[in-house]
Structure formats: C-alpha cells, structure tokens
C-alpha cells in the first residue's frame, strides 16, 4: 500500500518498543528496572473500580452515549476545574470526555488545523504531540528551552517564534519530559501576549496533580481575558492511576466545542462507557488519598537528587513537578544508544533525549514515579555502578 509520507516519516512508537524489549529481557528472566514507563506505580484509585464494577450490571453502560461525554461526569469534572484550576465551565457546552488527554489532543488539533499551519512546540516536546501535529498535516516547530533556567517556558524564548504566524502553542505544565512546572507570571504573561494576537494554546495539564516543592499550578484557562483561546487538557491517567481505562477531557470555548462533537463522533462517538463510569468514581477519592500519592512522588525525586548527586556524568537539577527527571550525560552525543547499552548491559530502562526533540540530545529521561522505592534504589545502584565503568 501506498502510505504517504507524512506517515511514514514519524518516528516509530518509542514506548511501544522499550516496553517490547523489557517484555523480551524480563522473559528470558533478566530482572530489569523499568524507569521508562509513563504510568504511575500507584494501584487505581479504589472508588473507580467500584464505580466501574457497578457499572457493569447497568444496561446503559452498553450502549453507544453522547459524543461529549456522560453529563453527571462533565458536571463533575466542572466542580473540580473550579475548585482546583479556578476554571469555570459550562458542563453542558464547554467540556467534552475523551479517550484520554492524547485523544483530546488529536481531537483540538483535527478540529483547529489547516493543512500547513505551523504549531509551536517548546522542545523537549512531549513525542505524541509532535507526531499527531503531523498526522493532521500540521508543521511542528520546535522552540528550544534552556537548560540553565531549568526549562522554564518563557514569553522572550517564544517571541521570535510569534512573527511566522502559528496557529497554535502547546504547553504541557507540569512538563513531560523535564519535569518542569511553568511560573504561575510567566504563564500569564505568555497567555495574555498569544491571545492578543489570535495564537491559540493547548495547555496539556496531564500532570497537574503531581505538584510538589513549593512550586504551584497555574491553568491559563482560568484567565477570563484568555478564555476564547485557550484549550485545556486534562487526563485520568497520572492521578487516578487509570491508564489503561483511557480517560482524559478538553475544556474550550462552546463554539469550538460544537465543532470537536462532529469530530469526535466519527472518530470514537463517545469514550468507552465503563470508563466514563470508573473516572466518574475516580474523582470521589479522599483528597487524603491523592495528597499521599504525591507526597510519595515527592519523596522519589528527592532520593533520586540525592542518587545522582552521586555519580559524576549525571546531571539534573531537580524540577518539581510531574515524576520525570530529565539527566544530562556528560560527553554523550548518541542518547538513544545509550539507552540501548543501558538496558542490554545494566538492565535499567530509560527512554534517550532525543524522542523528544533536537533539544533532547544527550539526555534521558528516568521516570522515578513508576518505581517503588526499593526499585529506584537498584536502578540508581545499577546507574552509578555502569557510569563508573565508562
Ligand atoms: C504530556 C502528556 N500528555 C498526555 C499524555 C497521555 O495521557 P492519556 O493517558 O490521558 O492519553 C501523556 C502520557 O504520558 C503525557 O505525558
């Protein structure tokens, strides 16, 4: 068959293959430190599995539902954007469930872009956002980010980016793969100064929940000047642990949401019922519970800082938010096959900088929430013990 091109030329589904070969090595018995993967090492949240075995019995949950998403979960979610975000939302018109925050994203993008519109993606970008702009014909732009300021996005990196006329920014805060959380001022700054000029944002806060060390959250949807222009991701995935249910939301003005419906429609008509009823149970978890996981997530990093303070070549300076750090090697001008060495060798799974931009070379990227204490420590012992040999 004929694939065109601009199929073809995104790059291979990386998570799919590091999660293949660890499947591979952990078959034959090696006994691998996973610090690649994206899902928390938390179980689901428990009132999503209860919501979900209830659900079961319910004859409606076997039915096909409205493209936007069950009602009673859209005016949950509405309560919690307020209360959390400080985002205020009409559950009716302005919010649609989605088969996770990567089908929200593809979902904005297919209903925004025109073929050849250019989007900007502050690099390190998260990989899935640069191949669905693509996928919808899109032109990715990679605006790099500093090391030195801990890849905070700022309004002066974006600037000389703003005059080849994008369509849109997407900004993912907390950020994957660095970690970073975007300053609350700056974030204002650049939402005020993009919507002035007609520049649309996807703000991706799929790590939202996973905030610690001072640092805050900041929605830029929240800002009623900015409204119009602002799309808002959200997942269940990170704090609730329900990846594998894929539920995730967008909140945007009514006209675009309108529009999405028809999308939506032909694309999946509505996410998965059973888990629109589970992320339904998911937001009735004590706040205790969350404040928990996160002061677990909390405590990774810190045991990771202090693991890598130890071993010369590794660099991070530790970010505070989301459960990835983002580690410059010393003289390493071929990340991937350093990641490769590294699993084959020390048995330790990390994903290479550069799936995540030009930027990324020579980084990688060590997902610490996806490990249990004890696992970190191994990795970190395996780390230490392989760059001491090279
Ligand atoms: C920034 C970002 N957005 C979206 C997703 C995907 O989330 P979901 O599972 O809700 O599709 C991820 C997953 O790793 C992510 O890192």
């Avoid at 928390?40 to 659900?55: D, E, H, I």
């Avoid at 939202?208 to 997942?235: D, K, M, N, Y």
């Avoid at 928990?292 to 997530?297: F, G, L, P, Q, S």
Wanted: hydrophobic share 45%.
């Amino acid at each position: 068959m004929n694939i065109p091109l601009r199929i073809q030329d995104i790059a291979p589904a990386i998570m799919d293959e590091i999660g293949a070969r660890v499947k591979e090595l952990t078959d034959h018995g090696a006994d691998v430190v996973n610090l690649a993967g994206g899902a928390p090492s938390f179980p689901p949240v428990a009132s999503a599995l209860r919501s979900a075995r209830q659900a079961i019995e319910d004859p409606g949950t076997h039915l096909y539902g409205a493209d936007a998403g069950l009602l009673s979960l859209r005016e949950g979610l509405s309560r919690r954007l307020a209360e959390n975000d400080g985002i205020k939302v009409d559950p009716a018109t302005e919010i649609m469930v989605t088969a996770g925050a990567n089908q929200a994203f593809m979902l904005a993008v297919l209903t925004l872009l025109e073929p050849g519109d250019k989007v900007l993606l502050p690099s390190p970008f998260y990989f899935n956002h640069e191949m669905t702009v693509r996928i919808a014909g899109g032109v990715p732009v990679e605006v790099p980010l500093r090391e030195e300021i801990d890849f905070q996005l700022t309004l002066a990196d974006l600037e000389p980016y703003l005059d080849m006329e994008p369509r849109m920014l997407v900004m993912v805060s907390p950020n994957n793969p660095t970690g970073a959380v975007y300053d609350p001022e700056e974030l204002q700054r650049i939402a005020r100064h993009l919507s002035s000029r007609g520049i649309v944002i996807i703000s991706d806060e799929t790590y939202q929940h996973f905030v610690f060390g001072g640092a805050r959250h900041f929605s830029v949807g929240s800002l009623p000047e900015c409204r119009s222009q602002v799309i808002t991701i959200g997942s269940f995935s990170k704090t609730f642990s329900l990846s594998g249910w894929r539920v995730g939301y967008l909140v945007a003005e009514a006209d675009f949401v309108q529009q999405a419906i028809k999308v939506q429609d032909s694309m999946l008509v509505c996410a998965p019922l059973i888990s629109q009823r589970a992320a339904l149970g998911a937001l009735s978890t004590p706040a205790e519970e969350l404040a928990r996981r996160r002061a677990v997530v909390s405590e990774l990093n810190q045991l990771l800082a202090r693991s890598l303070a130890d071993i010369p070549r590794l660099q991070w300076h530790p970010t505070q938010g989301a459960y990835y750090a983002f580690v410059h090697v010393e003289d390493c001008a071929d990340s991937a096959g350093l990641a490769t060495d590294l699993l084959e060798t020390a048995q330790v799974a990390a994903v290479p900088g550069t799936v995540y931009g030009h930027n990324g070379e020579g980084f990688l990227r060590l997902s610490y929430g996806s490990a249990s204490k004890i696992e970190l420590e191994e990795a970190c012992a395996r780390l230490s013990k392989y760059f001491a040999a090279c």
